[in-house]
């Protein structure tokens, strides 16, 4: 039986429709994946993302030991601070991309969902002494999202959002409620600005509720691809997994090459030997891609796509792809849709950037 979030009762009043993801029962939508996505691009959506994983690292050792087992510069965050980054195997491959925030005594690691029992466990495998692990249960994430976040979220809380910056985070102080367990990052996955909330179980519902009445659209699964997608953001399981390395994902920017972590080697001999195979991503002229359509460029099959869509900002097809070769920015490829080529062209991500 999958497991459902301590929002699920709330997710059904709203007439949600649910899809299994990561072994949880969450929202796909409530009323059209197209209304949502324009939520969030025009003003805020609100979703519901307490399926992610949620570990704290401590102790004097907390800093090395993060800093082998991440692709991140552990010691340069500071206090509030965010780093993205991978927890990548001895060949390079992506176990897990996950978030680090600092926080006064320890780091919070926000690792994805189907995941996260395995980000748990290899990191365990690597412990040392001086540093301690907890998973957090009993919690509840949300994700506002969109141009009107801030000013939906203000009224709420006591600290000033104005003045936290992007990938920052905060303990925040609400108005009307009292959380066991809180807080805040600006943060997100959607290419808007926004923010992540995290909350003890028992302060999810009037939280949601009052984001709603703030002016929030609740919104599920099925916008939160199409805005990661647009905003050229991967997804583990299709631009990055445990067979395929940051670099081949072009994620290599990410990486703090001076220091030692798991993975460094492999990742230096692929650099030195050459990469064979390069994610790509395209717009097309007409058609919707879908995972697994071949790639075609001068009539040969050259890779497949790991992620397509319909572009609810841009209105044409999009996706993202690997091939066995590098394709410049205008190169001409055919995605083969049904049996059928359908025209398509190299673009640089993300497909969409907001304008501040």
């Known amino acids: 039986m999958n497991k459902k979030t301590c929002l699920f009762d709330e997710h059904q009043k709203l007439h949600a429709r649910f899809t ?9 939508f409530y009323t059209t994946i197209m209304e949502e996505h324009a939520a969030v691009r025009n003003n805020a959506g609100l979703f519901d993302t307490s399926h992610m994983g949620e570990i704290t690292v401590g102790g004097a050792g907390a800093v090395a030991f993060l800093n082998r087992m991440t692709t991140v510069n552990v010691p340069a965050i500071t206090e509030g601070q965010a780093r993205y980054g991978f927890l990548l195997n001895e060949a390079g491959g ?5 978030i680090i925030y600092r926080r006064s005594d320890d780091f919070l690691l926000i690792v994805n969902a189907s995941n996260a029992d395995k980000d748990f466990e290899w990191l365990r495998q690597h412990q040392t002494p001086d540093a301690t692990m907890e998973r957090l249960n009993d ?3 949300l994700a506002l999202q969109g141009p009107a976040s801030e000013k939906i979220l203000q009224p709420l809380i006591r600290e000033n959002l104005e003045g936290l910056k992007y990938y920052y985070s905060v303990k925040p102080t609400f ?9 805040l990052a ?3 996955y959607t290419g808007e ?3 992540e909330i995290l909350v003890n179980s028992s302060s ?3 939280l949601w509720n009052a984001l709603l009445a703030a002016g929030a659209k609740p919104c599920g699964l099925g916008c939160r691809d199409t805005l990661r997608l647009e905003a050229g953001m991967p997804l583990h399981g299709h631009e990055i997994d445990e067979t395929t390395t940051p670099l081949e994902a072009g994620l290599g920017r990410t990486i703090f090459w001076d ?3 798991i993975g460094k080697q492999a990742l230096i001999a692929q650099k030195e030997k050459g990469l064979s195979k390069f994610l790509t991503a395209f717009r097309m002229a007409g058609g919707i891609p879908r995972a697994h359509c071949a790639i075609m460029v001068n009539g040969r099959v050259a890779g497949q796509v790991v992620s397509g869509t319909f572009s609810p900002t841009l209105k044409t097809g999009i996706g993202m792809g690997f091939v066995n070769r590098q394709l410049e920015s205008g190169t001409k490829i055919d995605i083969i849709i049904h049996d059928q080529p359908r025209a398509a062209e190299i673009v640089r991500r993300p497909f969409y950037k907001r304008k501040s």
Do not use: N
Request: charged share 25%; hydrophobic share 45%.
């Open 186 to 188: 600006r943060t997100g």
């Open 193 to 195: 600005d926004g923010f």
């Open 204 to 206: 999810a519902v009037p």
């Open 259 to 261: 220091k030692e972590f």
């Open 94 to 98: 992506v176990i897990d991309d996950l």
């Open 20 to 28: 299994e993801f990561g072994g949880w029962d969450m929202p796909v």
């Open 139 to 141: 919690l509840c994430l």
């Open 175 to 183: 108005k009307s409620l009292s959380p066991s367990f809180a807080f």
